[in-house]
């Protein structure tokens, strides 16, 4: 046994002190970015220094970029994996032993804490995992391969920025695998845009100082049109015989004007923020839970351009304040189309102004408003639901 520890110790020691195989088609890219970094006013030995030691792409980079999970599952699997248990006690935990700070933060910001929380709680469990890889190498890594091409190239100049500020040092400037830095994973430009000095020590340190990185998010949300008036939402029962054509971000109407036509919140008690401004939202067809959202909604979409992620920070919010799980079940999802029809229904649908937002064979929220507008001009029935019958009809046109 003690042989076979041994061995296994040599052999980890072996692989953590043998450098990496270089990519000279990585190599090649990674110097390709010199003369737009010179241009944007950085020295090359800060060039040299940010990507010291990078010579191969990072293939976890690559893996997780394909498999972004708020993207490529539905609103319920990701909820199952997201507002856990664990995750509700912790921020209950922390709310409680940080409430001093959340209520200074909430009191100059105007967000609510349990927004933050819930932020904090999904986007690093709470500080526990900030991430640890290289932010160079996975903008690089981005760049040299996949979809994200464009986002990375924009948040590189910003990278540089950090580092020339010598706010992070190239050796510790770290985070995910798409650069999301902190106890609150910004990306490198919004770093820029908001993060925020909260201790006051000089330094705007969201990964060492949970103070900084709190009052950043609520920063950042304030800015993205946050109002301290009304919650992100509400999970809704629709009266019987409800209009299905106004379902969607396109019917914005005030709480109360949806109280009179019907809504009821699905916990029985009173919407309050009655000049609220809110549309409806089925995430998972309209056969699952509805929501009624508001602007402060779209102030965390702002933050992650994601239906499941918002819902799932909202959520997760309104358990650490002590409220109920969702009430309506989720729908099975079983879909009579293949991965290529679901992508073509989409990309049909947004060609004839039903915005999908985005052909990518996932149908979320927008995918299904999509379906019942498309329904509701073509005169046939709303039943918001994707099928081949649907994209033969679709294919006729409206």
């Known amino acids: 046994m003690r042989k076979t520890i041994a061995l296994a110790a040599a052999l980890a020691a072996l692989t953590f002190s043998t450098p990496a195989f270089a990519d000279k088609k990585f190599e090649a890219l990674v110097e390709s970015l010199w003369p737009r970094v010179k241009a944007a006013g950085f020295s090359r030995s800060l060039f040299d220094s940010a990507f010291a030691g990078i010579t191969e792409p990072d293939a976890t980079v690559l893996k997780l970029a394909s498999t972004q999970p708020e993207f490529t599952s539905t609103t319920s699997a990701y909820l199952a994996k997201a507002v856990t248990p664990i995750r509700i006690e912790t921020g209950k935990v922390e709310k409680q032993e940080e409430a001093a700070l959340l209520a200074a933060i909430e009191k100059k910001y105007g967000v609510d804490r349990h927004i933050l929380l819930g932020i904090w709680g999904m986007e690093s469990n709470f500080g526990k995992d900030k991430g640890s890889m290289s932010v160079m190498r996975s903008l690089a890594t981005l760049i040299y391969a996949g979809r994200k091409k464009k986002y990375a190239q924009e948040q590189l100049i910003a990278a540089f920025r950090i580092l020339q500020k010598g706010i992070r040092s190239p050796d510790n400037f770290t985070g995910s695998w798409a650069a999301a830095m902190g106890h609150t994973q910004f990306i490198p430009t919004s770093y820029l845009s908001y993060a925020v000095d909260w201790t006051g020590d000089g330094k705007r340190d969201i990964w060492g100082s949970k103070e900084d990185a709190l009052a950043s998010t609520a920063n950042y949300l304030a800015k993205a049109g946050w109002k301290s008036d009304r919650p992100w939402g509400w999970e809704v029962v629709l009266p019987d015989g409800f209009n299905r054509a106004m379902i969607g971000r396109s019917k914005w109407r005030t709480v109360a004007e949806w109280s009179k036509l019907g809504l009821k919140r699905a916990d029985g008690q009173k919407f ?43 959520h997760l919010a309104d358990r650490i304040r002590g409220g109920g799980p969702i009430q309506a079940s989720w729908p099975e999802i079983s879909v009579n189309l293949s991965f290529e029809q679901r992508v073509e229904l989409q990309r049909r649908l947004s060609g004839m102004g039903f915005e999908t937002g985005g052909a990518d064979g996932r149908f979320g929220a927008r995918t299904y408003e999509a379906i019942i507008a498309f329904q509701r001009k073509a005169g046939i029935t709303m039943d918001g639901k994707p099928s081949l019958k649907l994209l033969e009809r679709v294919r006729k046109g409206v």
Request: no cysteine.
């Open 272 to 314: 309050g923020a009655a000049n609220a401004s809110a549309f409806v939202m089925i995430p998972q067809g309209i056969d699952g839970p509805v929501f009624l959202v508001t602007q402060n909604f779209m102030a965390i979409m702002d933050y992650n351009l994601s239906h499941s992620y918002a819902i799932a920070v909202g």
